[in-house]
């Protein structure tokens, strides 16, 4: 790279092809995982690797992928706002995904 922060199409590329491949969603106070369709609590959730995408010119642009490992066996990635938009359920859920 030339110094230009990656993008959060490249990191999502980059961790797929790390074996992050499954996409996990939140769904109220809970995950799912779409490659098996089972839904877990972010306790069971592991953070492997984060990467923080900031808005140069919009806060709204503001955004975290997380790297995670599932207790279902799934390794994949979850998308999550920060700033001033993110909302009541991505505080809650990140706030109890589980740190190595």
Do not use: K, W
Request: hydrophobic share 35%; charged share 20%.
């Amino acid at each position: 790279m030339t110094g230009e922060m990656e993008t959060l199409t490249q990191a999502t590329n980059r961790l797929g092809a790390a074996g992050y491949e499954a996409q996990f969603l939140i769904r109220g106070d809970t995950v799912e995982c779409h490659s098996c369709d089972c839904v877990v609590a972010a306790g069971q959730l592991t953070v492997d690797d984060t990467v923080r995408f900031e808005g140069m010119s919009d806060p709204g642009d503001e955004s975290v992928l997380f790297a995670l490992t599932a207790e279902c066996g799934h390794r994949g990635t979850l998308t999550v706002t920060y700033g001033p938009d993110v909302s009541p359920e991505e505080i809650e859920i990140v706030s109890h995904l589980q740190t190595p």
